[in-house]
């Protein structure tokens, strides 16, 4: 069995007594001082792993005046804090060794929107799309767009000054703010916005701190305005951090000392609220995907295309194309890019229709001109469809995320990512910069904000490696001399952080000076994240080094054989896809719910690495030892507070839906439910299971033998009795009633062909052509058997024969529980079941997509499995394959589906093959953008899970369906159907029940 895992790095003394003292003042927001939350703070989208002492989320802006005053006590003055957003920073800007302050989780609010005005107030923690998209129905947006859109907090953006497509037109989040609330280091509270020359007179008068601030922040600036209009790059993307440039307008009447804080990355202040500018939507949008045969054509194609004022012009390469393939965003793109090498995203927008179509028809012409004659230009399209173009945008803000999953050890890495420089200079430097990295003899992929000549670029390396981790420090030191060669920075967009040391190499040692005066103004004692950016000045304290501690040194520290069998786990590089804060896309629900990183996708994945770096270091052997009385001993100690880090990571897996969404939806494809079921299989050799996990994971082979007396046993579940051991003694919710119309019963009224494998292996060709084979699962056959029975009734109306099979088990909650074995050899025993079937040259159709997408993904790490795995269809793939006619419905009424996470998940196409089903009978039938029911599967009937699954329907679900029962919403997953039967009072039909009723109808 597995040992008892002891987690290292134990919070200091003086943290303790921090995070105690400040649980004794008005402080109203959370403190977490456990190692899982901790651990989860110790990475961002970087390559640096730094374990903090503790993590504070205030809940208001008191809470952080609170924590900074405390800290202003002379015991405490040593400590320092690093603010936190989003956590998608590829510089590790928010990592600390001390204590972390996330404005995420409950500083997230939209406080005031002021149309008439043009201005929106918000929290630090508020998401962009989550503010954009409570402004679209007022025809405005906050408009800097960001690729990391559903997950990057407004706070984040501000500290980054973050850029991104169409800046160029739109410029930098610092052009967007009209006013900030920060908190000092000292617990001072202002707020600041653009003065004239007599309030800013005003400001410098006071003795204090903020007067000292504006008087530095003005004399450097004025003083040294010569020197900074020459050093300063004249490009969109010059630089982020102490905007020196910007801090007076042109004309040296407005000063704003917002230019400061923008970009400074929590080392002045800690946003506590903003105020910021509006833009009206544009009413007209048309977008051009440019198709080449390289991306060097696309590259140097992008200052001819400059030519025709485009909104933006975004590139990707080869590298992120052929990734996209394997991803689920290429479903909805794959049409528009064809068979390009590369691509230009080339956007218009504006007010005048007519205008746009002038201008893309003279560009479709100059490409027309040099398609004969230019090989590197392979065709275009062009759309103004608003969803084609959604999705175009999203496959460019995937692209680095992408970028994880290429398969092997070395994977594109940020460490060199947004170097930036004057637009005409681009192609000449990135074709220096491939030579560069081709004399390493590295893999890398290319893409950008060309026409702002911000280029990101990922080389794939191995961090695991030594070898690998010393080109880190070589590569970066060429880039910053080849940035510099052409007039560049090495820091477009996505802020310093590790790379502060190369700064005073771009702005002088003079400025740089400056840089750390203004550094000392704001925060003189170097507590506000310390080392990055610059130092106080002064101060004898160090910038941090760009060789600070990697995630790869930690990841080295397993062994092989443990990495490849928790790949995903490695596989995760911390983008953050699973953070997303929308309740109608499917990934990961408890994240939204909890608004706990530890329950999402990558906060499972890092905790257990840790759990299998700690395993790899303790001296006990792993055993296969299952003594229940040692379990006994073991299970007694955990109740009794025994530590062990295991517990932690199994908090993290149960809250786990299994949904399924992050196989599909995260970029990497981290597979966490099968992550889960090898955790718990390991986890409970060691401890007992719960009676509860046993009772489910037989619930198949229970339902079975109860649906032979289904009024005696629904009798007796319906008993208060009855139902409150069920809830104490299993702690489960409730047990679903048994169908009374039994699938025998009705197959037999029916005079169904009798299901015999001799009789069907000695049917014709065209016997078997016109026949199908129908599975049944438990779900459907034994407590929703009408659904069973119409897909028999509407297979006949086709005219097939429809030959029952009889019910076996599947496994899967075997497999959602960790019990591995028994899953195993009941899928052993169903592949040699099902070559059988396949051997016979008969369709293979089911109905619960979570049990035919069983077979494709759980069956599929079989080694017997073969391609048996691909043989059982969904209902309607194989409706919209087979050749007989459909009947035709007279309808003039809409349908709505709402589909089941494992099948968004798993099979991409499948939603958009019911709507096809429908279209091609004459009815009409919308898609339904939900999230997670909440219920998936066992999820939802567990006690303990309750309140959360209540909270996930409430998000997504029940927001989408009426509160009466409503013959046009249909649902394919039995779960999803059981959760609106719980929580609203009423079932949805399956969308096969719907099309026979209307077809039993159209003939009457």
């Known amino acids: 069995m597995i040992p008892r ?78 603010p936190r957003g989003g956590g998608t920073g590829t510089n590790g800007q928010s990592l600390s060794p001390s204590i972390i302050i996330d404005c995420s989780k409950y500083m997230n609010q939209v406080l005031e929107v002021n149309i008439s005005e043009g201005w929106v107030r918000v929290q ?33 953006m501000i500290n980054t000054d973050a850029a991104g497509k169409g800046s160029r037109i739109y410029g930098r989040t610092s052009d967007h703010i009209l006013s900030l609330t920060w908190v000092l280091s000292n617990g001072t509270l202002a707020c600041s916005s653009e003065v004239n020359q007599d309030t800013l007179s005003h400001l410098k008068q006071p003795s204090g701190q903020l007067g000292e601030i504006y008087r530095q922040v003005d004399e450097i600036v004025t003083s040294k305005a010569d020197l900074i209009a020459t050093i300063f ?65 696309a590259l140097n194609d992008a200052e001819k295309l400059l030519q025709f004022k485009p909104t933006a012009i975004e590139t990707l390469d080869e590298k992120i194309l052929s990734l996209a393939k394997q991803d689920v965003v290429f479903m909805d793109v794959k049409d528009f890019i064809r068979e390009a090498k590369a691509i230009n995203l080339v956007e218009f927008i504006g007010e005048n229709e007519n205008y746009l179509q002038n201008i893309t028809q003279s560009l479709i012409s100059n490409l027309q001109s040099r398609l004969s004659n230019d090989k590197g230009i392979l065709g275009y399209y062009l759309t103004e469809d608003k969803t084609e173009i959604s999705q175009l945008w999203i496959l460019r803000k995937k692209g680095a995320a992408l970028l ?79 940035v ?107 994240a939204k719910q909890t608004r706990d990183r530890i329950h999402s996708p990558k906060g499972r994945s890092m905790l257990l690495r840790e759990w299998l770096r700690l395993l790899e270091k303790t001296e006990l052997p792993i055993t296969e030892s299952n003594n229940f009385l040692t379990k006994i001993s073991n299970t007694v100690g955990k109740w ?137 699962d438990a779900f459907t056959s034994f407590y929703e058997s009408n659904i069973v029975i119409d897909t028999y009734n509407f297979w006949s109306h086709l005219g097939y024969h429809v030959y029952v099979a009889p019910f ?58 073969g391609d048996i795995i691909n043989k059982v269809q969904l209902l309607q793939e194989f409706i919209i394959k087979q050749e007989k006619p459909l009947p035709q419905i007279c309808t003039s009424d809409t349908y709505y589906l709402l589909g089941h996470c494992n099948e968004k998940s798993l099979a991409f196409n499948s939603q958009k093959q019911w ?29 303990q899970h309750y309140q959360d699954s209540l909270g996930i329907y409430q998000s997504s679900w029940q927001k989408k369906l009426p509160s009466t029962p409503n013959p046009y919403y249909l649902v394919t997953g039995y779960s999803c159907r059981s959760q609106v039967k719980r929580f609203s009072g009423w079932v949805p039909q399956h969308p096969i029940q719907t099309l026979c009723q209307l077809i039993n109808k159209s003939q009457e």
């Not at 103004?521 to 910038?543: C, M, Q, R, W």
């Not at 092989?560 to 896809?577: I, V, W």
Request: glycine fraction near 6%; proline fraction near 6%; include cysteine.
């Open 5 to 82: 895992l002891i987690s290292e790095n134990n919070i200091l003394p003086l943290i303790s007594d921090f995070l105690a003292a400040l649980k004794t003042t008005n402080f109203s927001g959370e403190i977490r001082g456990d190692f899982a939350t901790r651990l989860m703070a110790s990475t961002d989208n970087s390559i640096y792993q730094i374990l903090p002492q503790a993590v504070i989320f205030p809940r208001q802006t008191q809470d952080i005046i609170e924590l900074f005053t405390l800290a202003q006590t002379s015991v405490f003055e040593s400590i320092t804090f690093s």
């Open 124 to 156: 630090p923690g508020v998401i962009l799309d989550q503010l954009n998209q409570i402004l679209l129905s007022k025809n405005v947006f906050f408009a800097p767009s960001l690729a990391p859109s559903n997950r990057a907090t407004i706070g984040g």
């Open 233 to 297: 790059p004249k490009m969109t993307r010059f630089m982020t951090g102490y905007n020196l440039a910007k801090v007076y307008n042109q004309e040296r009447t407005i000063f704003d000392i917002n230019r400061i804080l923008s970009g400074s990355e929590g080392t002045l202040a800690v946003i506590a609220e903003a105020k910021l500018r509006l833009t009206k939507i544009p009413r007209f949008t048309q977008l051009l995907v440019i198709h080449y045969s390289d991306f060097n054509s």
């Open 404 to 482: 994880g999953s290429l398969p092997g050890d070395r994977k594109p890495i940020p460490f060199i990512e947004d170097t930036a420089v004057p637009p005409d200079q681009l192609a000449n430097y990135a074709s220096e910069l491939q030579t560069l990295l081709n004399q390493y003899e590295l893999d890398y992929a290319m893409f950008g904000h060309v026409d702002v000549g911000c280029l990101h670029v990922r080389p794939a390396l191995d961090m695991k490696s030594p070898k690998d981790e010393k080109l880190i420090r070589k590569l970066s030191d060429q880039v910053v001399a080849l």
């Open 484 to 590: 510099r060669k052409y007039g560049g920075v090495m820091w477009g967009e996505h802020g310093k952080g590790f790379r502060s040391e190369y700064t005073p190499i771009f702005f002088g040692e003079e400025l740089y000076q400056d840089l750390r005066k203004i550094k000392a103004a704001f925060d003189p004692y170097n507590k506000l994240n310390p080392g990055k950016i610059v130092t106080p000045y002064g101060s004898l304290d160090e910038i941090v080094p760009l060789e600070s501690p990697l995630r790869g040194q930690f990841d080295r520290q397993v062994s092989l054989n443990f990495r490849q069998e928790y790949e995903g786990a490695f596989n995760c590089n911390g983008n953050g896809a699973c953070f997303n804060f929308n309740p109608h896309e499917v990934i990961c629900p408890s």
């Open 640 to 776: 009794w507070g025994i530590e062990d880090y295991s517990h932690d990571v199994y908090e993290a897996m149960q809250g786990c839906l299994s949904c399924k969404a992050c196989v599909s939806q995260c970029p990497i494809h981290v597979d966490i439910p099968t992550l889960k079921s090898q955790f718990l299989q390991q986890y409970h050799i060691r401890y007992l299971r719960s009676l509860s996990d046993y009772f489910i994971s037989h619930i198949e082979t229970l339902a079975y033998y109860q649906s032979f007396a289904p009024d005696l046993i629904n009798s007796i579940l319906q008993n208060p009795l009855n139902h409150t051991i069920i809830k104490l003694g299993l702690g489960l919710v409730d047990i679903p009633p048994i169908s009374v119309n039994t699938i025998r019963q009705t197959l037999k009224q029916k005079n169904a062909p009798l299901f015999d494998l001799e009789t069907l292996s000695n049917l014709s060709p065209s016997e078997k052509k016109n026949s199908i084979i129908l599975l049944q």
């Open 808 to 865: 076996f088990v599947n496994g899967k909650i075997f497999h959602v529980k960790g019990f591995l074995d028994q899953f195993n050899t009941i899928a052993q025993k169903n592949i040699t079941y099902l070559k059988q079937l396949v051997d016979l040259n008969i369709p293979l159709i089911g109905i619960e997509p979570s049990i035919v997408l069983t077979y494709r993904d759980e069956y599929s790490k079989i080694s017997q499995a």
């Open 915 to 943: 709507q096809e089903v429908f279209t091609k009978m004459g009815i009409e039938l919308k898609i339904v953008a939900v999230g997670c029911c909440g219920m998936a599967g066992i999820y939802g009937h567990e006690t």
